[in-house]
C-alpha cells in the first residue's frame, strides 16, 4: 500500500484497527496510534483492511501515552514500518535529530515506507522565525515535515498558516495544524495554504488531540474549502 502526500491526505485517527471500514467513506489512510492500543503488533499482523496505514507510537514526552522506554517504543515503531499495509511512520523530530530513530528511517527506507517528522508544542505557538526553522527541518530530514502547535490567538494561527504557505509554495510537504479552540479551524483551513495531511479521529469521542473534529465534518470542510 502507498501513500501520496503529493495531494491532500485524510488520516482517520484510531488506536483500534478495527475501525478502519467505518473510515472509508471519508478517509484516504489510517493512522494507528499504536501508543494508545493494546497489543499493537499483534493487531497489524491481522490487519486486512482497505486503506494504508500510517503509524504513530508516540512518546510520552510529546502527548502520547506509550509507557515502556524510548528503545522499545522506536523498535516497535521499526517493526510496524516492516508491515505491507504500513505506508508510512509517524517519528517524532527530536528522536530523528538525536539519531535515536536512525533504526526506524532506515527500515521505513529499506520497505519504501514514507516518513513524516513530527513535532508539537503543547504550551503555545513560537514566533514565526522559531515556526519555520522547526519545520524546514522537520522536512529536511523526512518525507512530511509536521508541525503541531498551540493557539492562544488569531495571531498564532495566522503565523502557522503564512509558515505553511511559504514551505508548500516552495515545493515542501508539510502538515501544519493549530491546537486548542482558538486553533481548531487551522485544521479544516491549512490545507488552502499547502498543509498535506489532516487527521481526525473515526469515533469523535476519541479524539486523539485537543481541536479535532470528527471525521465525517472535517472531509465536508476541507471539500469545501478546496
Known sequence: MEIDFDSFVLAAATADLADEPDARDHADVVEFRMDLAEEPLAALERYDGELPILATNRAAWEGGEYEGSDDERLADLATAAEHEAVAAVDVELASIRDGDADDVLATADDHGVRVVASAHDFEGTPDEIELMDTLSTACERADVG???????????????????????????????????????????????????????????????APGQYDLETLATLVDRLE
Open 146 to 208: 509536521k508541525l503541531a502547535v498551540t493557539a492562544e490567538s488569531r495571531a498564532d494561527t495566522l503565523a502557522l498558516l503564512a509558515v505553511t504557505h511559504r514551505l508548500a509554495s516552495d515545493g515542501k510537504q508539510v502538515a501544519t495544524m493549530a491546537m486548542g479552540e482558538a486553533g481548531s479551524h487551522t485544521r479544516a483551513v491549512a490545507p488552502v495554504y499547502g498543509s498535506c495531511i489532516g487527521y481526525a479521529p473515526v469515533d469523535p469521542a476519541e479524539a486523539t
